[in-house]
Nanobody, 122 residues
Framework: QVQLVESGGGLVQPGGSLRLSCAAS????????MGWYRQAPGKQRELVAT???????NYADSVKGRFTISRDNAKKTVYLQMNSLKPEDTAVYYC????????????????WGQGTQVTVSS
C-alpha cells in the first residue's frame, strides 16, 4: 500500500511563510513527477507546482516567484516553500505523486495525500 503524508500546514499572517512536506511510503519502485495542488472552498482543485525526477519544475502563474518546489529522492519527499503568502493562497493543499510500484508498466499510477490546510489571515 502506498501512502502520501503531508505536513506543515497551518495559520499564517499575510506576508508570512510556510513549508509543506509530503513523504511517500510503502512499496515503491520509482517516483516520476511529484507535485502540489490546492483547492479553495467553492473552487476546483488547481495545480500549484510540479517537479520531475530530474528536477525540472513547473509553477502556476499565481505562485511564481513566491513558492519553490523541491524534492529529496532518497527520502521520497517533496517540499513546497511558500513565501509572501496572500489571503488568496488559503486552501487545502494536496500532494500528488506519479509512481510505479514495481517494474511493470501496469503498476504505474497517480496517488494523492489527504491534504493539509493552509490559512492566510490576519
Amino acid at each position: 500500500q502506498v501512502q502520501l503524508v503531508e505536513s506543515g500546514g497551518g495559520l499564517v499572517q499575510p506576508g508570512g511563510s510556510l513549508r509543506l512536506s509530503c513523504a511517500a511510503s510503502g512499496i515503491i519502485f520509482s517516483i516520476n513527477a511529484m507535485g502540489w495542488y490546492r483547492q479553495a472552498p467553492g473552487k476546483q482543485r488547481e495545480l500549484v507546482a510540479t517537479i520531475t525526477s530530474g528536477g525540472s519544475t513547473n509553477y502556476a502563474d499565481s505562485v511564481k516567484g513566491r513558492f519553490t518546489i523541491s524534492r529529496d529522492n532518497a527520502k521520497k519527499t517533496v517540499y513546497l516553500q511558500m513565501n509572501s503568502l496572500k489571503p488568496e493562497d488559503t486552501a487545502v493543499y494536496y500532494c500528488n505523486a506519479d509512481l510505479s510500484r514495481n517494474w511493470k508498466s501496469t503498476s504505474r499510477g497517480d496517488y494523492w495525500g489527504q491534504g493539509t490546510q493552509v490559512t492566510v489571515s490576519s
